[in-house]
Structures are given as C-alpha cells and as structure tokens.
C-alpha cells in the first residue's frame, strides 16, 4: 500500500533514537493552538518594537558610555540579586512548604507584597528601611558608614526586594509538589537534614528552582520603579540599563528604543545559551 | 432625567500638572457644561509615545519641549503655545538639617545632594546653573526626575537638591530661591492634536488656560508666567 | 540496658487504621513480620524508622528511646536504622553507585565499599546507570545494597526480593542470609515468599489487621498455624470445627474426621498437610476411614508438583506429583474422591491457638 | 527520670495525629535562620511604610471615588490578566515543556522577553503592536471599531502581557519536574490527550500552577508602567490603583500612601485566606 | 487479517541496550513473557504500550498496524491495549475508585461497573482512598482492577501479583484465570512465580538478554529447558556436557553418568528432575549406577518440602521431604552422597533446545 521506507542506515536510526527517546507525550492538539496564540502576545509586540529600532544609527547610539556603564551597574545588580534571592529566598520557600506554626501564611502574605506595591512606592518603603534614617539603614549606617540608597548596593537590594518573591513563590509550590518519599529515605539512611535537603531536596526540583532563577533574574534586569526611587540614577554606580531608557526616553527616543534593544539582546542570548540543556535534569 | 450627552475632551497632561490642571478641569467645566474634560496624567515620555501611536486625544501639555518638538515634527500636534514657567529651587528636609544657605553649599562634602539625570530638562537645567555661579558641586545622587529627589528629600535621604519650585509644596520640605542671575525659567508647551476631534473645543480649552483666570491658577500652584 | 529492638506500637493511621504490636527483636537475630496485604507490616516498618510517629506505647534500640508517643521522638536521621522501604524509593537523580553510596559515612573506603556491594548484589556493571536505566528486579538489588551497605544498628527489608527473578532470588537470598548472619544488630524481614522467611528468620511474627496473631519458629508456625492465613502461608490445611469425642464437626457440614485424639472435645482446629491427602477417581476402599467424594476447584502447577484446591463440603489444598495429575485427568469441575489417614490429622484446642501481642 | 505525660484523652490524641500526620521532614535549623532574614528582607520595609500611613485621615482618603473606581479596575484587570494568563499561558508552558522542534528556546525567550523590557518601552510596544496605527490593532479597529489602548481591555493586555511570563515559566519548571509516566499510563488507558492533560497533568502539578496564578494575579495588581503608557490613565477606564498612586503622588503623598495600603491590604487578605487550604493536594 | 498481536521489536534503548524480541499472541490466548531481571520483559510491554517506539520491525494488533519503525506510529491512547505497568502507576490525585473508572468510557455504567472489579479484587472499602493510603499489596490490586475495567483489545500484566500476599494470591490468581479466559483478545502475562505461567499461561515465550530463548507450552518447557535460567524456573536441573556411548561428560568433571540413549552423541542438554536425586549420608548399595559424593550448599524450605542446593562436582537442586532433611539432619557444608537412577534422565541434542524467535 504505502511505500517502505528504505531500510535506515546505521548513523540516522542512532540520530531518530535520540530524537525519539521515549516517546513523549503528546500534547493535545487545541492547546498547541492556544499555545501559539499565546506566543502571538509576546512576540507581536517585541517585533513591533524591532521595527522603531534605529538600525543606522544604531552604532553610534550603543557606543556611548551610558550605555557601557549601565550595562556593568545591570550585569553585576541582577546577578547578584539572584544570587541573594537564591541564598535567602530558597530557604523562605522551605520554611512556607515544610515548616510548622500558623505564622507561615501570614509570611508568605509579606513575601508577596513586593509584587504589589507599586515601584515607586516600594522603593520609598525601602527608604525608609535602609536608608540614612530608615529603621535599619540607621544602625548600618552608623555601624559601617555605608549608605546604601547612594551605592550599587542600593541598586542590589532594590532589584532584591522586587524580584526576590518570584523565586520564593515557584519554589514553595515545587515543594508542595514533591513526594517528601524520598527525603524520608535519605533520612533514614543517616543524612543529616541539611544533606538531605542538598542532595536530595534541591536536585529533584531542579527545573522550578532553575525557573524562579530564571524569573528574579529577568524581574531584576527590567526592575526600574523601586530602584530609581532608592538607588537613584547616578551614572556608573546606580544607573542600570532601565533607568538609562527612562531617562533617554525624555530626550532622545532612538537611544531609548537602542537601549531597550541591549537589554532585549541580553535576556535573549542568555535564554537561548541556557536552552534545553540548563532545564533538563542533571 | 440623564444628564445631557457631554462632549468629551481628552486632555493629555504631564505629572507635574496633575493639580493644576485637576483644578482647571472644574473650572473649565463649569464654564462649559457640556464639555467632560478626560484627564489623562503621565510621564511625558509615555505621553509622546500614547500620541505618536494614534491615540485619542485632544489637547496635549507637557513639561518638555523636546517632547514637544517631537510631536510637532511628527505632525501630530499644531498651534503650540508655552502656557507656563517653572524654576529651580534649593529644596531642603524641613528644618533644613544639612544648614543649607546656597548653592555654595552644593560643593560641600559632608552634605547629600542630589540632581535630576542629565538629559532631564531639571537635571540640564542644574548643571548650567551649577556652571553659571560656578560651583563644583559634589553630586551624591541622580533621579530621573523631580519626584525621586522629592521623595528622598521627604525621607530626609538627602541634604539639599535642585528640584523645581512647583514641586516644593508639602509641608516636610523647604525651599530657597536662587538669586536672580541664576535663576532660569522652563517653558511648558501645549497644543491642539491634529486629530482632535473637538479642535473648536480644545481651542477653548488651551484658551482658557492662558486666560487670566487660568493662569491665576497656575500660579497659586506655584507657576510662573507664561 | 536492653539490647536489640523493644517496641509497643499503637497509633491510628489517619483515622483509618489501628496499629498494636508488641515487638522484641534481639541482638543478632532476624525476625521476619508476616501477614496478608493491608495488616500492617509497612505501617510498622515506618513506625520504627520515624515517618509515623506512634500516638502511645514506645520504640527502643539498644536501650536508647526512639519515640515515645509523647516527648521523645528521635528523628529519622539519628535511629540509625538502614531500610529497604517498599517501591525502594531509589534517589532518581543519583546514579546506583551514587545512590549506594548515599548511606555510608564519608570517612570509610567509599569507592571500594560501594564497589564490594554491587559486586556481592550482581549490579557491578550498573554502576553508573540512574534508576529509570533500570528493570524492576535491577532497581531492587540497588536498594537492597543501599540499605546493608550503610552499616546501621538495625536493618528493615520490607519486600526486598518481590521483584527478583527465581533464579536471583536465590542467589540473593544466599548472600542475604550470610550478611544477615554476620550482621550484629536486630534484623526485621517482611516478605510474603514463605521460602525467604523460613530460610531467612530465627523468629516469625505474624500480624493481621494491626495486631499480632501468632509468634513462634518456622517449625512451630508450620506445626500449629493460628489462623487460616498462616496455615496458607504455611502449605498447610487449617481447618476449624467442634470435637466431640474424636469426631470433629466442621463448620456445619456432614463430614466428620475421626481423630485419635478423644480427650479434646469442644472447639478444635484441625490442620492437614496437602500432601496427606489423596485423591482417588473412585471410592477407595482400604485403611483411610475418612473418605468422601468432592471436585476439583482449581490446580496450581509448582514445578515437580501440582497444588489441586477441592471444592465443598471441605475446602482443602492437596499437593500431588505432575504425573499423579495426568494421570488421574484431573482438570477444574472433576468429581474425585479423597481419602486421608486419621493419623496424618493434628488437633488443637481452638484457644491455644491464638497467641497474643 | 523525666515525669511522663498523662496518657492523652481521646480528642487530644486525634488533634496530635491530624497535627502530625506522617513526620514532616525537619527543615535543617541553618536554613530556618536564614528564611527569617530573608523574610526580614521584605517585612522591614513594609512595617516601615506602615509607619508612614496618615491613619487618621485614612478613612477620608479612601473614601474618594478615585479610590473605589481605581479598586474597581484593578480587580476587574488583574483578575482578567489572571485568567487569560492561565488560559493562554499553560498552553505555551506545555509546549515548552513537552513540544518537540528547535523553536523552542526560541519562542521561551521571546516569552520572557516582557519580564526585562523596561515598562514604559514595553507600554509603547504594546501600542506599536495594538495601537490604533498598530501591526495588529489598526486591524481590530478597521475591522472592529475597538480601540484597545484607552479601554479596560487596553489595561488587561498590559497586564497580561507583563505578568503571563511568570506562569509560563513557572508551569514549564513544574512541568519538567513532572514524571510521565503517569501520563503515559493515562495514555494507555485509552485518556484523549486533553483527558490527559486536565485529568492527569493539571492535578499533578497544582500547586506550581496555583503559585504561578498567584505570580501572575500579584504582578497585574502592581503592574504600573505599561499599563499607564499603552492604556493610559483616565479614571474610571483605565486608572487602576497604582496608577491612582502615581497620580497622588504628584499632589498628595498621604493618599499615595493610602492607595498602596489598600493594595497591600487586598493582597494580604486574598493570600491569608486562599492559605494553605489552597496549596494542598486537592 | 491475522487477528491478535503480531510484533517484530527491534531496538536500543538509550545506546545501552539491544531487544529483539519476536511475539505472537492469538485471539483468546494467554502468553506468559518469562525471563531474568533486565532481559527486557517490561521494555517490550513499553514498546507494544507505545511508550518506546521501535527501531525496526513492526507491531500490529488485529491486523492494524501500531508502529512500524518508520512512518507508522500510532500514539498509545489509540492503541486500545490494557496494561499494568511494573510498579503499577496509581495516579495519586485520585481514589482508588477515579483511578479504576479513568479507563472506562464514559458510555458504560460507571459506577456500577467499578464497583463490579472492586468486588472482584476484595478492595472494595477502599473505593475512597487515595493511593497514598494504601498498602502495598492493596495497590497493586486497584492497579489490577484498573486494566482489567478498561476493557482493550488486548491485555498487558507487568508482574500484577508481586506484592501480594499468599492467600490473596491465589484468590486474585483464580479471578485472574477466569477473566482471561472469558477475554477475547491476546494476553500477555508477565510473572517471576512460576505458578503464575503455569497456570493462566497458554503458551510460555521465554527471553534472556533481549532475545527470545525458548517457546512452548509449560508442559514442553518443563521436560526440555532450553537453558539454565528456564530449568531453574520450572524447577528442573539442567547440564550442559558431551555424550559418548551413554556415558555424558559434564563441564570437563570426571564424574559420568550413565543414560540409555546411546544414539545421541556430541553436545547433549540433561535435565534431573530434583525429586529424583536421593541423598544418603553413607555410599548407597544396590541399583542406581549414578553415585558421587557432595555436600550440601544450602538449603531452602518450600512449605512441607525442602530444596538442597548440592555443592560441585554438579550443582544440582534437590527436593526432599522437611521430614527427611530432619531425619538425615542435613545442614550447609554436611557431605552426604547422591544418586539418581539412569531412567530418571532425559537427554537432548544441544542444537535442538534452542528455538530460535
Ligand atoms: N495514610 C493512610 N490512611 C489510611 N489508611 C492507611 C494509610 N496508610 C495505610 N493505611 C492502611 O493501613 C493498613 C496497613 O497498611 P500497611 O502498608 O502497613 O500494610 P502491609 O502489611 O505493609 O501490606 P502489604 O503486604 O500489602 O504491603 C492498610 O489497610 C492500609 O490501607
Ligand atoms: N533507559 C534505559 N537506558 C539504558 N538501559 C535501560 C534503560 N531502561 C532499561 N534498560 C535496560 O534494559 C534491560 C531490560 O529492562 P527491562 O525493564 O525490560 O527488564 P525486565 O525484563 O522487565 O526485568 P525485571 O524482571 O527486572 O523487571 C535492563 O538491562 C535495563 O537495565
Ligand atoms: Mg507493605
Ligand atoms: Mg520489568
């Protein structure tokens, strides 16, 4: 009836096994549909903002040291907000998943309100924490001399308190999702709970902790409302790369849109280089 | 019985306006009862860029002229008037703990001063002024606009900062004037869209503004002439 | 100080279950926990290794407190009780070298160790696979070599061998038996082959729906099961009916066997080895007094021999050679007679039987 | 040597179980000292902003229409983003989890692209793609009339388009935590993959959804810079409760405050209340 | 149109491991899949499942193809086959009453039909747990029920009775039995418990390392094991060695044994049947010619008998009364002396026990 295919050669079926591998489940062809609606979303505006960008004067418009230093001020807040959201918000998921004592609600209500204040007002809440005269930043202030609202620092844990929540709310609801089966296990073989929660806990979450990473990082890369408002915009120390947009938005729209471009660049590579490989499974 | 169908005049105004022109909308309104004016308040930027893509709207007043520029040269607005003024002022946390007399004072180190970003009508604004009286300010902090300066001034965060005098309004915050060779004015523009639907109407109401009773308004806010 | 495992468990399991049992497990010896699906072996099982904290009674190894049912609960990671926890529960993201290696203290000879377990378990070669790389019996000698490789005070094998094939089985149940052997501690063994018990254990306990109903040696649990679950596990026919003077009635029916035994009238349990009975196309004539005819209910082919189930007035299990059943033509429906001997009978009073927790 | 308790009465000893129930594994201690300075992290600036709050003229405040209209579109809004999120956005994350094909790097990087895109940017994007002259828009209103930017419908795209990446990243992690072989098994009961999907899927990684519905639902009700470019500010329409802050701010810090009270309020009580009733297994 | 299961598999799995696996099953007949840990059992459930799509070759089931190793590939939710699945796969969100109506069509009488499987499987009173709360022979009862309900076109069995207990077994086992044979479509079973093959098992596929080994019906497997494996699982010692004129030399030991057959010279396969090895503490006189001393290397209680596994020069497995192992007061390391009678062995041509698939 239909013709055979010829029989494969040795080097392709090896290629289709690895394709192949155990046959995955098949999505349901309506949600592929939606799925591309969904896609639609993002992508039409991000190719409408391609065509506003600049391209001739492109080179000139990057080439400034405005767009250099903010990149640096970009770089080193984001990596290190994710950094400090990963050391301090995984062990807050922990707590909200697996701890004990009816306060845990009423913290995860407090660890979500970032998310909701609006920026601005965010970053005056964190004025009036750490700053010269906030309820901390007095005594840090005091202590060490360092002022943070005037520091790079300041630009770290504005892009903390923001994008922080992210990481803490996809990592609570993986752990709700694990069978705590094999937890039991590594503990009963004698691992203290601070083995079982490296090697046990952690790798078998992998794909959501590696997600909420993913989310503070790019939350922190975009975060411009509360870190203008608590780190300010001086540049080379405070101002990142959205507050460089903002800023040229007042003046000259095509740097604008070229900055956004970076940034769009940046986030793009990076997902693209962290792939499939960064989410599989070790 | 329903109201009377009222026109609705779209009048898009930057942030710093948002009072004044709250309270020129009644006014206007009350002049002209079957007019709603439809205020819509926001940075100036998203302002051009609401305009620039087709927006609804009728009149336009922003507090940049670089803006306005953009939109003329897009063709987008026409008949562009300046319709106010506004200066800088030394701001200072009431009380004025930083013992803050004058620009000179900008050059000293144990203070935290603060300016609005280059680029930023206020912030070019301060740099040329700092450059006429000749002070080497030594510059802690930069906002992307007024509002930032305000909130850390409010906070107690800064010392001193250049911050326009309209902005200067609330009791946690005072201010000094410069002397006059320093003081400079900004201009705001404002304009009928060249797509207004009610261009009759928002004549009227860019007319009204620059009436007498309009700009008596403007100037309790804190406005200088136009 | 007592040594070994002392333990009075009582707990209700979500409301659903109750849990009594009563367990000693000396030093050095193997105790293996029977009983039918559901009764609880599990439950115990995660009871002594501190996932179900018990509500009353107490848990103590080498007289140290493990649990309480109050104050004291000492956490899982410091009973130091290996496992084999039914499903295995193998780490999926570790490799079975690295999931055998999980359990060991970081200061002996990791590498060799691990080495030696997966060579005495057969898993050398599988050294580096991960567990979804790995069949169902595979899987299980991994766990199996994980639990004895991380060298606890106590070791649980709940079902360690349910997946292995006949002949694994055997050769892991050898390699069982000698580690058992030289292992110091208190061992518990749940298994439902009857072989891996009475091989593997010095001592049975058997448990049904949450308590204990019989604890003896495999001789002794063979000789005079307590119940019709452990004569099943056991091969043997358990049968129970009222004695009156050497003539037992059972559950109402007709038939009576004669037994020797006159002196224990009342309630008697009666057990019948399968092999006792024989079975016979016509009525057969000769010493068995008790004859009765019956049909064949179901055979079960065991290798060598077959296990025919008769079907009313008694339901009993016979075991007869291959041959014997072709012989005879045996099939599901045929009408047969069978004949046992008076002398092959064993007679209990019905109260002796049960032993309590 | 220790006194031992009296044995439990009946009720007392159920409460202990239903309490108890199988040993929670015990979170390591280190990693509990830790969660609570990271809840520091966000409980500090809000008790400090709580500082701020006019108490005394509060109720005043809040009894503005700008108030209860702001209220009105912030619930319609973030509710709607909420929605179509899951709609559009669970679709795209089983695609990314379980499609085949090289674009899909591609099409999660472009889906996270709205997470770094600086507000306003992605505001005039959004106007660049549904705008009246937009690539998309200047159909719909040819076609349709409707003006998407300057409507309800404007302030849900915004918010959709900012917040729909959070569960997309969130549902594709849970996703690549999720076995299949319970999919598989449904499959080979006869399941229809959408059976699969919403029989089998779905409740298996219910608590990574709800925490991605959660992100998404937070992020709306914050979202401000997009919204406020592409859908504008105009009371009543478009003017949901941070861009209600945004305007006090200009004129009247304490209602500023007072607004953002009312968002933190609203995100507090729906947290406490959804709880953990809600993050468990159903 | 064949009807039933045609399936030529063949494929690596992961790089790592080659099947090659003919199978046939006719409409209404039962094939037990047998074979050691790993020798690929449950990958054949897999690919047949449509989990694993195979290489080459092909599989179709009455006549409609589901998967060709190239174009044809037909997703496993059209493929209407029935599985348990080795490990069951319980879905955890539901009860153990959704889990057993999931498969069912929403046209049937649902309720009724689901609580007709779960009377059957004696699980009744737990139609409202979840899995989690379950025992381990309990679920793998639902995970039985739950294929069964389905109502295919044809039946997988992964090992469906490992977890459960002796009594509940044979009860299953019997329901098993009679619901197969009122089935209509192919059945495959897959069991390490010999009974289990024996007895619901129309024919026998054996495979060993990813290959077919043998093929028959359980009576020819019995008497002609084609390898070790296969002789150790239907309880029979097989040995390779050369004949020569009656007299076999096994593995280059000088011990002979002495058969009748004296046309089959060359390579021959013997098999001993362990009931008919004798043990005897001293040299035995009189008629076995097949006489050599050994010691015990282990012995296994089997219920009312015992298999002795005999050390070198042959390793043979011997079944012996409990009795007599008592009488003769064996344990491992004892020497004792074995015969077997000529008439007791039966001879092969080495070629001949291989069918090849
Ligand atoms: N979480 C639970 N909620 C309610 N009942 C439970 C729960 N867990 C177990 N049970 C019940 O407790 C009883 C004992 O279960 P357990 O797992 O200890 O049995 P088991 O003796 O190990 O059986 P098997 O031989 O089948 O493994 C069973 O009837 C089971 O249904
Ligand atoms: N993903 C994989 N990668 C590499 N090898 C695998 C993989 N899955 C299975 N195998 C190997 O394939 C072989 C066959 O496995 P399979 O599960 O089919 O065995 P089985 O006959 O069912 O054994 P058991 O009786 O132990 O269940 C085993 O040797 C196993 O290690
Ligand atoms: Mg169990
Ligand atoms: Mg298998």
């Known amino acids: 009836m239909r013709v055979r295919r010829a029989p494969a050669v040795r080097t392709s079926t090896a290629a289709r096994r690895s394709t192949a591998k155990r046959h995955r489940v098949r999505p349901p062809r309506g949600l592929t549909a939606v799925a591309l609606l969904g896609t639609a979303l993002f992508a039409v505006p991000v190719l409408a903002l391609l065509f506003e960008v600049p391209w001739t004067r492109l080179p000139s418009l990057l080439r400034s040291d405005v767009v250099s230093d903010a990149l640096r001020v970009s770089a080193i807040s984001s990596l290190a907000a994710t950094a400090i959201s990963a050391v301090l918000g995984i062990p807050v998921a922990w707590f909200l998943a697996r701890g004990s004592g009816p306060g845990r609600s009423v913290i995860r209500a407090i660890a979500t309100l970032p998310m909701v204040i609006p920026p601005v007002v965010g970053g005056a809440a964190l004025l009036y924490a750490f700053g010269r005269r906030g309820l901390i930043g007095e005594f840090v202030n005091d202590a060490t001399g360092l002022l943070l609202p005037f520091s790079l620092w300041g630009v770290i844990i504005a892009n903390t308190f923001v994008a922080m929540p992210f990481l803490v709310v996809t990592v609570e609801g993986a752990l709700r999702n694990l069978d705590p089966d094999h937890e039991r296990a590594a503990a009963s073989l004698g691992a203290h709970p601070w083995t079982v929660f490296r090697r046990i806990t952690l790798p078998l979450i992998g794909p959501s902790v590696r997600a909420g990473l993913i989310l503070v990082w790019a939350r922190s890369l975009g975060e411009f409302g509360a870190t203008v408002t608590f780190a300010g915009n001086l540049q080379g120390r405070t101002q990142s790369l959205p507050l460089a947009v903002f800023v040229a938005l007042e003046s000259d729209r095509d740097a604008a849109v070229a900055i956004s471009l970076v940034l769009i660049a940046i986030s793009f590579v990076v997902l693209i280089i962290l792939r499939d490989r960064w989410w599989h499974q070790p | 019985a329903s109201p009377p169908e009222r026109i609705g005049l779209r009048v898009f105004a930057a942030s710093s306006l948002t009072d004044v022109f709250a309270e020129i909308e009644e006014q206007f309104e009350a002049d002209h009862v079957d007019v709603d004016v439809q205020l819509n308040v926001a940075g100036s930027a998203s302002l051009r860029e609401q305009a620039l893509a087709g927006a609804p709207v009728d009149v336009i007043a922003v507090a940049n002229r670089d803006i306005m520029t953009t939109l003329i040269e897009a063709s987008v607005v026409r008949g562009v008037l300046d319709f106010a003024t506004n200066e800088l002022v030394i701001a200072v946390p009431s009380g004025n703990p930083g013992e803050v007399v004058g620009l000179d004072d900008f050059a000293r180190d144990d203070l935290l001063i603060g300016l609005c970003a280059e680029g930023v009508p206020c912030g070019d604004l301060a740099e040329r002024t700092l450059d006429t009286a000749g002070v080497q300010a030594s510059i802690d902090t930069r906002s992307s606009g007024v509002r930032g300066l305000v909130t850390r001034l409010e906070a107690d965060e800064l010392d001193a900062a250049l911050v326009y005098l309209t902005d200067v309004n609330d009791i946690r915050l005072e201010h000094i004037t410069l002397p006059d060779n320093l003081r400079t004015q900004i201009r705001y523009p404002i304009a009928v869209a060249r797509d207004s639907t009610q261009p009759t109407t928002a004549q009227a109401f860019i007319q009204f503004v620059t009436s007498e009773r309009g700009q008596a308004i403007m100037r309790e806010s804190g406005f200088g002439p136009r | 100080m007592t040594s070994g495992l002392v333990a009075d468990l009582r707990m209700t399991v979500n409301d659903g279950f109750d849990l009594a049992v009563t367990l000693t497990i000396g030093h050095g010896e193997t105790v293996a926990l029977l009983g ?184 002794q649990i063979r000789q005079q099961p307590a119940s019709a679950w452990v004569a099943s596990f056991a091969g043997t026919n358990l049968l129970r009916g009222v004695n009156r003077t050497g003539i037992v009635d059972l559950a109402g029916h007709e038939l009576a066997l004669h037994t020797r035994a006159a002196d224990l009238d009342g309630e008697v349990i009666v057990s019948i080895s399968p092999t006792a009975v024989s079975l016979h196309l016509d009525r057969p004539s000769g010493s068995p007094r008790n004859v009765w005819q019956t049909s064949v209910a179901m055979i079960e082919p065991l290798g060598t021999t077959a296990r025919i189930t008769l079907s009313a007035p008694i339901a009993l299990s016979v075991d007869l050679t291959a041959a014997s059943v072709t012989a005879l033509g045996l099939r599901s429906g045929v009408t047969v007679w069978a004949s046992v001997k008076a002398t092959e009978l064993t007679v209990q009073a019905a109260e002796t039987a049960s032993t309590d927790g």
């Open chain 3, 36 to 219: 039918p699906n559901g009764a609880g072996k599990s439950t115990t099982v995660n009871a002594l290794a501190g996932f179900l904290p018990i509500d009353h009674g107490h848990i103590s190894l080498n007289g140290r407190s493990l649990d309480d049912g109050a104050k004291t609960f000492i956490h899982p990671s410091h009973r130091r009780i290996g496992a084999v926890f039914q499903g295995g529960l193998l780490f999926p993201h570790l490799t079975v070298q690295e999931n055998v290696a999980f359990g060991l203290s970081a200061g002996s000879d990791l590498r060799a160790d691990v080495d030696d377990w997966l060579g005495a378990l057969g898993i050398r070669d599988l050294a580096d696979r991960r567990p979804a790389q790995l069949s169902g019996g595979q899987a299980q000698r991994v766990a199996l070599a994980r639990a004895l490789a991380c060298a606890p005070d106590m070791l649980m094998l709940d079902e360690p061998m349910s997946a292995l094939d006949i002949a694994n089985r055997a050769s892991v149940r050898a390699m069982l038996d000698e580690h058992l052997r030289s292992f110091e501690g208190p061992r518990l063994l749940i298994s439902h082959d009857p072989t891996d018990a009475f091989l593997l254990a010095d001592r049975i306990v058997i448990i049904e729906d949450g308590t204990v109903t019989q604890v003896g040696t495999a001789d």
